[in-house]
């Protein structure tokens, strides 16, 4: 059982290129999100889905795109990535069912963009 | 809107030492408030959560009680260890919350000397 893990760990990209970052879970989680993570900013959301091939903006969209064509993966995408996006970036999922709904996350992925 | 503050770090203390790191929310309506903790090169983890008010959570010697009527959820430990040394962030989810959807703190960096 893997938990949630994250593709690729670290990245270096120049203004202008793109990527995407793909978070697969195995403990069949409804919910997915994607969050980053900025000194003193704590995790601010970017996209969350609440199913498969459903997606929604969070705090900070712009400049990034998502997708949820199966149920453990959810994609993030940099089209044309900026300085500004130099960040960790955190994946986490978790179930809606039950009361209590624990997201669990994982290790991040660290991307710098010159 | 929903917001978390917590009190700036880094906290710095000696072994055995007595924790206390603030945490104030703002929130329409009655969250849950949670404490995740952030190891070295790692995801967030759950600490410990409240669901309702005077609820305790507690969890590894941490303990943390919601505090309705000064919208707080301080977490405190009676003798912290080296093996403390984490960034914890405090967090609040709304009820009726599509999504689960959580706000983070900025987090609080702690550090223990031997």
């Known amino acids: 059982n893997a938990g949630v893990t994250q593709t690729p760990k670290f990245r270096v990209l120049k203004t202008g290129q793109s990527m995407t970052l793909l978070c697969a879970q195995d403990?069949?989680?409804?919910?997915m999100y994607w969050y980053r993570q900025d000194p003193g900013m704590g995790l601010r959301l970017i996209h969350y889905?609440?199913?498969?091939?459903?997606?929604a903006k969070g705090e900070v969209p712009d400049g990034y795109n998502v997708s949820r064509l199966k149920k453990q993966n959810f994609l993030l995408g940099l089209e044309s990535a900026a300085p500004s996006q130099t960040s960790v970036y955190f994946c986490a999922s978790s179930s809606r069912v039950g009361f209590f709904y624990e997201q669990y996350f994982g290790p991040g992925t660290r991307l710098t963009v010159t | 809107g929903n917001s978390v503050t917590q009190m700036e770090g880094p906290v710095t203390l000696s072994e055995e030492a007595f924790l206390t790191i603030n945490c104030t929310y703002t929130?329409?309506?009655?969250?849950?408030l949670f404490w995740y903790v952030q190891y070295p090169g790692e995801g967030l983890q759950l600490l410990l959560k409240?669901?309702?008010?005077?609820d305790k959570g507690s969890n590894k010697g941490f303990e943390a009680t919601y505090r309705k009527e000064t919208t707080s959820f301080h977490l405190e430990k009676g003798s912290v260890q080296v093996s403390d040394s984490a960034v914890y962030f405090c967090?609040?989810?709304?009820?009726?919350?599509?999504?689960?959807?959580?706000?983070f703190g900025g987090g609080t960096r702690l550090m223990v000397k031997p």
């Open positions: 889905s609440v199913g498969e091939g459903t997606t």
């Open positions: 929130a329409t309506g009655y969250p849950s």
């Open positions: 967090a609040l989810m709304r009820t009726a919350n599509a999504g689960n959807m959580l706000t």
């Open positions: 403990m069949n989680h409804e919910y």
């Open positions: 409240a669901t309702k008010a005077d």
